[in-house]
Every structure is written in C-alpha cells, then in structure tokens.
C-alpha cells in the first residue's frame, strides 16, 4: 500500500533553505513568528529554552533535535542566567551562515545550527495539519548527519543543487517525522500511522482515494466495530474519516492541477467524482474557488515564482 507519509511531504516539496550556526553567550532571548516556514534546530553544545505558542518551555541539550513545521510564535532563550520577560536580543551577523547572540564579551556557553525552508505547495496549510506542529527528538544521529548534509548542499553552488536540496529536505523531515511517531505523538496523521488498526485504513485511504468508501468499510479492513473505529479515528487522528479523505482527495486534486496533469474530469474521476460538474463542486465548497480558477490563479502566481 501505499506509504501516506512520503505521500505528503513530497506534495509539500521542500525547498529554499537557510541555516547557520547561532552562539549564544550571556543572557539571551530569540523570537520568531513567521508563517510558511520549517523552523530546525540542532544544539550543538550548551542547553536552551523552546517555547512555542505559549506552551511551557521545552529544554534543549546536546544533540536534541527540534522541528516546527508551521512556525507561528516561539522563542529560543538561555535557561541561565535569564532574560527579564518581555525582553529580546538581536542576533548580529558575524560572518555568512555565523551570528552571535547575547553579551560579544562572554564566552560561547550555547552554540546551535538553525534553519528553515519553505514549502512549495499552495495547500502547504492544509497538508500540515495531517503533521504534528512541533517535534523534539533526543540524540538521533541521522538526524544531525542529514541536517549538516543540508546545509553543506545549501552553501555550495554545485550543478543541480535545488533537486538534491529538495530531495535531502524531504528525507529529513521523514526521519524527523517518523522518530517522532507513536502514542505520544500528538493527534494527526503521525499518532494513526502507528495505531495498528488504523493504520491499515488510513493506507488504504490513500492508495485508493478514488474508492467510495464507507466507514463501514474503512472498519471493516481496521479490525473494528463502525463506532468504535469512527470514535478512535476521531481520537487519533483529530477528524472523522470522511473528512481526512475528503482532504486528502483535495491536497491530490490541487498538486495535479499544479502540474497540468490531466482535465478537470479526469482529475476528478481520479479522485472518485463521477463527472466533472461534481468534481467542480466538491472542490469549490472545500476550498472557496472552483478548479478551473484555482489553476488559473496557479498559471498567473508561476512566472513570479520563477522571477523569485
């Protein structure tokens, strides 16, 4: 069957990355708040704060690995000595890919290699809400030799640097996500991939999105009564399964227009519509426009990006 995971971090297609290595000294305090961006963060020496919309602070080690995939609010700072609440530090530029931050005349006690990069797709918003907002991951070695891969391959101009960056991008956040992956994960596609009945639905959703599936159906191949495999896939998964494949048929329907690939009808006969007119409807009503003028928007956004 096959594999959801690669399934949707390939349609996100990875790309234009930034990352440097940032030392810390002193007190210090970092915030961001962007949208559309990956934010990675690998401690190399020293510890850290993370703290995320609000939440209570994360520490950060040696080696821990940290990954936002829709950065919003967060902030990185020193757990000791501390900052006054509501104050910031600005990092300064040292060389290209070093900056320095905190009190220049104290000794390095933190020294970290940060980074993000962007999502190509338009429905990157979407896709991300089938992926945890935020994953921590202690002392996995892949993880530091994939992300030091993806910063050499960023600094370099070597002939096709942009398709190795994209495909190193996407492994990372596939080992990132997947070590990430189990009960404790927090609800979405991550937790259900590793709930061993639904699991097979959920590969099944996607190895066939054009079948007319039922919920019966779906708890038929999980092992399951309908309520209990609708109420578990609720719990896990964070929407009922109806509405995960009604996204999925649309984030598959928005990656094919992107790419030409095929006219309305066949499009939506690929994704279980029986005509173009229901296609055509389905996708206005999940997404606020019809297709036609969902790919018209595409062909006139395409040559600013190239310009970009």
Not at 99 to 128: E, M, S, Y
Not at 206 to 224: D, F, I, Y
Not at 277 to 296: C, D, I, K, M, V
């Amino acid at each position: 069957m096959t594999d959801p995971l690669t399934q949707i971090v390939t349609l996100l297609r990875p790309g234009a990355p930034y990352a440097k290595i940032a030392s810390a000294s002193g007190a210090w305090r970092v915030r961001r708040d962007e949208d559309s961006v990956v934010f990675y963060n690998l401690t190399l020496t020293g510890q850290a704060l993370l703290e995320v919309d609000g939440r209570p602070p994360i520490p950060l080690g040696e080696g821990d690995f940290a990954l936002i995939p829709a950065a919003r609010c967060f902030t990185l700072s020193s757990p000791d000595p501390v900052l006054p609440p509501g104050q910031f530090t600005e990092p300064v530029l040292i060389t290209p890919g070093q900056v320095r931050i905190g009190d220049p005349d104290l000794p390095v006690t933190t020294q970290q290699l940060v980074g993000h990069c962007t999502f190509a797709a338009r429905d990157a918003a979407l896709l991300l809400t089938l992926l945890p907002d935020l994953v921590v991951i202690r002392g996995e070695a892949r993880l530091a030799t994939l992300i030091r891969l993806v910063v050499d391959e960023a600094r370099a101009a070597r002939p096709g640097r942009e398709a190795v960056l994209e495909r190193l991008l996407e492994v990372l956040l596939i080992e990132a996500f997947r070590a990430s992956s189990g009960i404790t994960a927090p609800r979405g596609l991550l937790r259900g991939l590793s709930d061993q009945h639904l699991s097979t639905a959920l590969r099944a959703l996607h190895t066939e999105p054009a079948r007319p599936w039922t919920v019966a159906q779906l708890a038929s191949l999980a092992g399951l009564s309908r309520s209990a495999f609708f109420v578990r896939f609720e719990r896990e998964v964070g929407q009922s399964p109806m509405a995960y494949l009604t996204g999925w048929r649309m984030s598959v329907a928005k990656d094919r227009l992107r790419r030409g690939d095929g006219t309305l009808a066949e499009i939506g006969a690929a994704l279980g519509y029986g005509s173009a007119s229901a296609f055509n409807t389905a996708f206005a009503r999940e997404t606020g426009q019809p297709p036609g003028q969902y790919a018209l928007a595409l062909a006139q956004f395409a040559p600013e990006v190239a310009a970009g």
